[in-house]
C-alpha cells in the first residue's frame, strides 16, 4: 500500500455518512482501504454479488464532494451498459437527494452529473472514444474493466492530469477471469494496487458477526450450482484456467482485439446455432485479405423467436426496412455475406430464411475435424499472428439477463475459457456439452473455410474472385 503524501489528508467517509445510507457500513476493512487509498491504479476484483461497483462509486462520490470542482470519468467498455446497472446505483443508492444540480435528463441519455460545488462526473462509453480521451480527469471509474484491453487501460490512465485534486486516481472493477489477463498480471507487475473483495465483505449478505442473512443463502444458493472454472471465478473469487481445456492455444490478451472499422471489401460469414431455452447465437465473421476471421458482431439470446432475432440482427446492420417490414441494404453497414451456417434445425432454418430473404446451408457437423480447424486457426501463422480473432465486447446487446442471474456465459468469449473436454471420456475424445453454444458457431464457420467451399451468388453477395463485393445491395 502506497503512503499518502506528506502534509496531506486522506479521503475518508464518516460514520454519519455511512449511518445516513451512504455505502453499506465503514465496518469492512476493504470500505476503510478504498477511501483512504491515493494510489494512482487501484483494482478491486472478486466473485459477483460482492458489492465492487458500488463501493467504487462511494468513493467518486466522496472525491466530488471533497474536491470541489473536480472531474471525474465513469466508463464501462459499452455506454448503454451502463443505464441499467451503475447509473441506478449511483442514483438511486449512492447520491443523496440535493447533491446535484437539477435537470430533466434520462438515464439512458445521461452524459453526466453536475454537482452543485462544481464537481462533475462525466459518463461514457469506450465504443465512443473520442469523448473520453478528448478530455482532462481527476480520476476515473472503470466498471468492469476485464471487458477491455490493457492499450484503452493505458489510455484511460493518461488522461487522469485535471488538477483540481491532490492525487489523481483510476478505479476499476472486474470479475476474476484467466491468469493471462492483463489486468491480473499489471497487479502482478505493480502497475497497479489488487483489492480483493469477498461476500463477507457485503453486508447484504453477511452480518458483522459473519453470519449469513436470507439474501446470502439466496444468493450464494445460485451460486453454489455453478461448476468448474466459472464456480472458482465467480463464487470463489479465483483468477484461473479450466483443467483440459479444449481450445489451449486461446490466449485472451491476443485474440480479444479491440474493435476496428472493418473495410467493406472483406468477405463476410453467418453462423448461427439456434436455442431457446440455451441461447441463440449468431456471429458475423469477416475475413481479411490474409484470411484471418474476426468475429466482430453476435447476438447470444434465449427465450426469444427465430423470426425475432433475424430482424433484430438485420436491425443491428441497419439492414431492416422499418416501414415496409423487410431486408433493405442499401444504406447497410455490411455487405451481404458469403455463406450463412445454421445449425440442421429445417423449421428454425426455414424461418430465418424468410425473414432474411437469404439461403441458408446446413452447418459441416464434423466436430472433431472443426475443432481442430480453430486450434490451427488460433496458432500463430508464418506472419506470427493467428488467423483467428474476436472483436472486444462482440455483442451488440445488453447481457441476456436471465444468462446473467444463472452466472452463464454471455457471449462466446465467455465460454471459450470454460470449454473442456468431457471429463467421462478420454481426453480429446469428446467436448463436454455443456455452455458451448458460441463454441459450436464457432466451428461451423471455421471448418467451412477449411472445406473451401464459396457460393456468393446464391446469397445476392455479387462478390468477384477476390471475395469483394463487386456493387450496392438493393
Not at 491476443?254 to 463476410?268: D, E, G, M, Q, S
Not at 436471465?402 to 481426453?427: G, R
Request: glycine share 8%.
Amino acid at each position: 500500500m502506497s503512503e499518502p503524501a506528506a502534509g496531506t489528508t486522506p479521503t475518508t467517509i464518516t460514520k454519519a455518512e455511512a449511518e445516513q445510507g451512504r455505502y453499506f457500513d465503514a465496518r469492512p476493512s476493504i470500505v476503510r482501504e478504498l477511501m483512504s487509498a491515493r494510489d494512482r491504479r487501484i483494482l478491486i476484483d472478486g466473485p459477483l454479488g460482492t458489492g465492487k461497483s458500488r463501493l467504487l462509486l462511494e468513493k467518486l462520490r466522496a472525491c466530488c464532494l471533497k474536491y470541489p470542482g473536480c472531474r471525474w470519468l465513469l466508463l464501462r467498455s459499452v455506454r448503454k451498459w451502463l443505464t441499467n446497472s451503475a447509473l441506478v446505483t449511483l442514483e438511486e443508492k449512492v447520491l443523496e437527494p440535493g447533491l446535484l444540480v437539477p435537470d430533466r435528463i434520462r438515464r439512458e441519455n445521461r452524459s453526466e452529473y453536475r454537482f452543485r460545488n462544481g464537481s462533475i462526473i462525466v459518463v461514457a462509453g469506450l465504443d465512443d472514444p473520442q469523448g473520453v480521451f478528448s478530455a482532462e480527469y481527476d480520476g476515473a471509474v472503470l466498471i468492469e474493466g476485464i471487458e477491455i484491453d490493457q492499450d484503452t487501460g493505458e489510455k484511460v490512465d493518461g488522461r487522469l492530469r485535471y488538477g483540481r485534486m491532490p492525487y489523481q486516481q483510476f478505479l476499476i472493477d472486474c470479475n476474476p477471469g484467466p491468469p493471462t489477463h492483463w489486468l491480473k498480471r499489471a497487479a502482478e507487475t505493480g502497475w497497479l494496487r489488487r483489492l480483493p473483495m469477498r461476500h463477507r465483505d457485503n453486508p447484504a449478505l453477511f452480518l458483522p458477526d459473519g453470519t449469513m442473512t436470507r439474501m446470502g443463502r439466496e444468493y450464494l444458493g445460485r451460486l453454489d450450482g455453478l461448476t468448474g472454472v466459472r464456480r472458482r471465478r465467480l463464487r470463489d473469487g479465483e483468477w484461473v484456467q479450466a483443467e483440459g481445456v479444449v481450445f489451449e492455444g486461446w490466449d485472451s490478451t491476443v485474440h480479444l482485439v479491440a474493435p476496428f472499422p472493418i473495410p467493406r471489401h472483406w468477405r463476410r460469414y453467418w453462423s448461427i446455432d439456434f436455442g431457446f431455452t440455451n441461447p441463440f447465437v449468431w456471429q458475423w465473421w469477416a475475413e481479411d485479405d490474409d484470411g484471418r476471421l474476426y468475429l466482430y458482431r453476435e447476438i447470444y439470446l434465449t427465450r426469444r423467436l427465430v423470426s425475432d432475432h433475424a430482424v433484430a440482427g438485420l436491425r443491428a446492420m441497419h439492414a431492416w426496412d422499418e416501414t415496409l417490414q423487410q431486408p433493405c441494404w442499401v444504406d447497410a453497414d455490411d455487405p451481404r455475406p458469403a455463406a450463412v451456417l445454421c445449425d440442421h434445425d429445417a423449421e428454425d432454418r426455414a424461418t430465418f430464411e424468410r425473414v432474411v430473404k437469404m439461403p441458408t446451408e446446413p452447418a459441416p457437423k464434423a466436430v472433431d475435424a472443426g475443432l481442430q480447424d480453430v486450434a490451427d486457426r488460433l496458432k500463430p501463422a508464418d506472419d506470427g499472428k493467428p488467423r483467428l480473432f474476436v472483436f472486444l465486447n462482440a455483442r451488440c446487446h445488453e447481457p441476456d439477463p436471465e444468462l446473467l442471474q444463472n452466472a452463464k456465459p454471455t457471449c462466446t468469449a465467455d465460454e471459450v475459457d470454460s470449454y473442456i473436454w468431457d471429463p467421462a471420456c478420454k481426453k480429446g475424445e469428446r467436448p463436454l456439452k455443456q455452455d458451448d453454444h458460441g463454441m459450436d458457431a464457432l466451428r461451423y464457420v471455421s471448418r467451412h473455410k477449411a472445406e473451401g467451399k464459396f457460393r456468393p451468388a446464391e446469397y445476392g453477395a455479387d462478390y468477384d474472385d477476390g471475395g469483394h463485393p463487386a456493387g450496392v445491395f438493393g
